[in-house]
DNA sequence: TTGTGTGAATCCCTTCACAGCG
DNA sequence: CGCTGTGAAGGGATTCACACAA
């Protein structure tokens, strides 16, 4: 669920110690859904929230990170050492939330044994040895289009749990591994879209 | 709509020319819904289809282009300088598909200056003469999340008429100027929330 | 016969409204 | 009282099913 990431983000403005409490209306005008919506969302995962005075923030984070699986470090493979995996591998995000860029693959013989900061850049013909080695849970896909494909078969092969891709192909993957894509081009599409038929609603 | 989006990259790998035909079945294999949502998503922007055939593929196209705005070419500017904007800068989809970043922007004295191919970084305080001037339809926003709602404020004053927003906030915009968000954390999240509850329906 | 276009049925998500607990 | 938790209502989107055109 997209939102709850988003009340993840919200609660950080509120101070975790000191028992705090933040009311579902609070949560809704950050965020931009409704009460309601809050209340309902939060309800699918049991009801932990104070009636008369609303959540403990403190909980709340406990338990969001927890729904949202964040509650651990996640070990991830970036392949493809290009713009976007440099941008990617860089992104201080990341680390900070518990995803942790363990390893780089690329298959240009050129970039191959290049460092980004202390991380050596290795063949992605190593991918599957270094799934297993250094136990990877997700890949992150920056490699041209007619890569993905194989790129994927190989990591989903090697146990890999989830996909975050980047590449412009919709992947074929068993049905019990996730994919995310991020394709920028169709973000473009939607805002031009959205400006070409004037209703900005998002 | 999404979707769309999908159709038109689907046909690409259809032949443009010699009067071929789609069905709402083939379309939909690939772009993964279903025939009768194909149908359903078309026959909101009006009934061009042959019964008993398909779609013209040559037709369909130009139709797709036509409704996400994409049969013109859209101005560019990107705002922020750093791993992402270099990313997006050279990515080659965007001139393909008609996004054209004309110009580039950076508040960094030690970057503004600097070239990348032919296009030399400005600062950023030139962002309303340059949308004015270089007749800017679209900001792509790379800038770190304390400074984009002032960037944002500022391009919307100078007419600017959609945003992609990279910066991990929830911009304020009046209702007409539309907004795409894209925010790596929040996908991988979704990740791992998918992988930890099981279910990895998409 | 084939495959579109579309009302009708269905499902799912959001919103409403309020009972009930602190 | 104030605010959560939740059944009920409402609305929008997907799916079904079939008349109809090529």
Redesign the interface.
């Known amino acids: ?2 939102r ?3 009340y ?2 919200a609660l950080e403005g509120f101070d975790r110690n000191g028992g705090g409490t933040v009311s579902s209306e609070e949560l809704a005008s ?3 859904t409704t009460a309601a919506q809050v209340r309902k969302d939060l309800s699918h995962f049991g009801s932990f929230g104070k009636r008369g005075l609303g959540y403990g923030v403190s909980e709340l984070v406990d338990r969001l990170r927890a ?4 509650d651990r470090a ?1 070990r991830v493979v970036l392949v493809g050492a ?3 995996g ?3 591998f ?2 201080p ?2 680390k900070a ?1 518990g ?1 942790d860029c363990v390893a780089v693959l690329d298959s240009d013989p050129h970039k191959i044994g290049a460092k980004w900061g202390n991380t050596t850049i290795r063949d992605t013909a190593e991918l599957e040895a270094v799934v297993v080695r250094e136990q990877i ?2 890949v992150v896909l920056a490699v041209p289009a007619v890569a993905a494909q194989e790129v994927t078969d190989r990591a989903v092969r090697a146990g890999i ?4 891709n980047f590449a ?1 192909v ?1 992947l074929k993957v068993p ?6 894509d ?16 004037g209703g ?3």
């Open positions: 669920m997209r709850l990431s988003h993840l983000r950050k965020g931009h729904i949202l699986g964040v996640w290009g713009r976007i440099s941008a990617l860089e992104y995000d990341f939330r995803y849970d997700l749990k989830g996909i975050l412009p919709r049905a019990q591994v996730p994919v995310e991020v394709n920028l081009v169709m973000e473009l599409e939607a805002l031009s879209f959205r400006i070409t038929r900005a609603s998002e």
